[in-house]
Structures are given as C-alpha cells and as structure tokens.
C-alpha cells in the first residue's frame, strides 16, 4: 500500500509505501497527480519516503509501477529517495538509465535534507 501527499504550494509528491505495493496504489495516485500535473505542466519533486522497501503485490502491480513511472518520469524534475533500504539505495543508479528526473539517494534521517534538495537542487 502506498500512502502519499501532493504538497500543492512546493510542487513535491511524498510517496511511502507501507506494504506490498497494489496495481490499485499506482490508479489512486495517478486520479491525483495527472490533474495537479495538467494545471502546472510538472512536479519540483518525488520523494520516496521509506525505511524498507515492501515490493509488489502482484506481477500486475509491478507492470503497473513501470506504466506510471513511464508516464510521469518526463513531468517530474528531482527525485528524492529518502531510505535505508538497500534496494531503494541503489534505485538511482539503475533509474539514471531511464528516467530524466535528477535522482539522489538520501538516508533516511535526511528528510530535511531531501526537501532542500528537491526544492532547490542544491
């Protein structure tokens, strides 16, 4: 399950996922950022906000991940993955090949941080 904020005035979606992730999860989200995305043509950030990473439900739910990733990467400037999950660790340089959003890892402590960044890049 994943559980997210759209903060409208910083232009940051913070996405944390609690459990195996759903096909359901990724429909949820998209009914909320595509509306956000058509008015302000782009998001500043994405922070995944996450200790562990749970993975997916379903076969489904992962085609269902890359269907949004594919779909948003382009609208999106920075990505912020905020975890001390090995595997989100190392997400950015696998995502790099992929996905045009500036992509940095922080622990998870680092949520101050990972906003600074998002907002600001620096």
Known sequence: M?????????SILVVSPD???????????A???DP?????????GLMIYAR???GWESFGALVSHLKF????????????AVTDSEFLKIMPRIADHFVQAKIKHFDFEEKDRAFAWLETGL
């Open 52 to 54: 562990s990473f749970p």
């Open 36 to 44: 956000f995305l058509a008015s302000k043509g782009k998001l500043a």
């Open 19 to 29: 459990g195996p992730l759903t096909k359901a999860d990724f429909e949820k989200l």
């Open 69 to 80: 990733v594919a779909d948003h990467h382009r609208q999106i400037e920075r990505i912020a």
């Open 31 to 33: 009914s909320e950022v």
């Open 2 to 10: 994943i559980h997210f904020d759209l903060l409208h005035d910083r």
